[in-house]
C-alpha cells in the first residue's frame, strides 16, 4: 500500500543533542510538510516543502532545519534540541493535480528530550 | 481572531447512538476547503472527510458526514451509530485559498470524543 512513513516512532535525545527525525513516502507526492504538535494542542506548520523550494513558516524557530534530498525523502533536524521541542512531529504529503489538496499524513514521531 | 473554532473540548456519546462535533471558520477567501481528521491515541492523523467552499451538496463519507453551512461558516461533522472506535481526538482544518500547487492547513484546537458502551 502507497503511504508515509515515519522513523523513528519514538526518539529519546538529550538537550542540546542534535536529533534527526525522517519521513518517507510512496505516493509520489510532490508537496511535504512538517508539523508540530504538543500535548494536547493542534498541529502546527513549522515548514514544507513544493518539489524542492523550501518554505518557511514566519514563526518556526532557527533551531528547526529540514532537508529533501529526493522527491520520496524529508528529513526534519533539531540543532539543539530544547525541553519545549518535545512534542510529536507529523510528516504529511498532498499532490499538486488534487484540486482539494488532501494532506496524508504518516503516523508521527513522538520525540523526548531528556 | 482564530481561523477555526471548536467550542466542545469534550464529548461523549453512547455507542450506536449519532453525534455532532462543531466547527467554525473565519475566512475572507471564495475558495476555501475544509477539512475533518481523526486523531487515535496512536498519534495518526487520519482523514474523514473533506468539504469545498464551492461544493452546493454536504459532503458524506460513510457514517461521516458534514453539515456545511455557508453563511454562518459552519461545517459541523456529524458521526452517526457511534462505535467504540470513534472514541478519539477530532481535528477540523481548513485550507485558504488556491496557491500554486500546495495548501497549509490551519487546525482548530480539537475535540476528544469519548464513545461508552
Known amino acids: 500500500d502507497a503511504m508515509v512513513i515515519q522513523n523513528p516512532r519514538y526518539q529519546v535525545t538529550q538537550f542540546g543533542k542534535p536529533v534527526t527525525l525522517s519521513c518517507s513516502q510512496t505516493l509520489n507526492h510532490n508537496v511535504m510538510y512538517w508539523y508540530q504538535q504538543k500535548s494536547s494542542q493542534a498541529p502546527k506548520l513549522l515548514f514544507h516543502y513544493y518539489d524542492k523550494d523550501f518554505n518557511n513558516e514566519a514563526d518556526t524557530p532557527d533551531n528547526f532545519q529540514s532537508r529533501r534530498p529526493n522527491t520520496s525523502f524529508c528529513f526534519l533536524d533539531i540543532r539543539s534540541p530544547g525541553l519545549g521541542d518535545a512534542a510529536m512531529y507529523l510528516c504529511?504529503?498532498?499532490?499538486?493535480?488534487?484540486?482539494?489538496?488532501?494532506?496524508?499524513f504518516g503516523p508521527g514521531t513522538r520525540l523526548t528530550v531528556t | 481572531a482564530q481561523k477555526i473554532t471548536q467550542t466542545q473540548p469534550g464529548m461523549f456519546v453512547q455507542e450506536k447512538e449519532a453525534v455532532t462535533l462543531d466547527c467554525t471558520y473565519d475566512?475572507?477567501?471564495?475558495?476555501?476547503?475544509l477539512f475533518w481528521y481523526k486523531q487515535p491515541s496512536s498519534g495518526e492523523m487520519i482523514f474523514l472527510i473533506y468539504q469545498g467552499s464551492y461544493d452546493e451538496q454536504n459532503a458524506t463519507e460513510g457514517r461521516y458526514s458534514l453539515n456545511f453551512q455557508k453563511a454562518r461558516k459552519s461545517a459541523n461533522l456529524v458521526i452517526s451509530a457511534s462505535q467504540l472506535g470513534d472514541s478519539a481526538m477530532y481535528f477540523c482544518?481548513?485550507?485558504?485559498?488556491?496557491?500554486?500547487?500546495?495548501?497549509?492547513?490551519?487546525f482548530g484546537k480539537g475535540t476528544m470524543l469519548l464513545v461508552s458502551p
Open positions: 482544518a481548513m485550507r485558504e485559498g488556491e496557491n500554486s500547487g500546495y495548501s497549509t492547513l490551519t
Open positions: 504529511a504529503t498532498s499532490i499538486s493535480r488534487d484540486k482539494t489538496y488532501e494532506q496524508y
Open positions: 475566512t475572507s477567501d471564495q475558495s476555501y476547503g
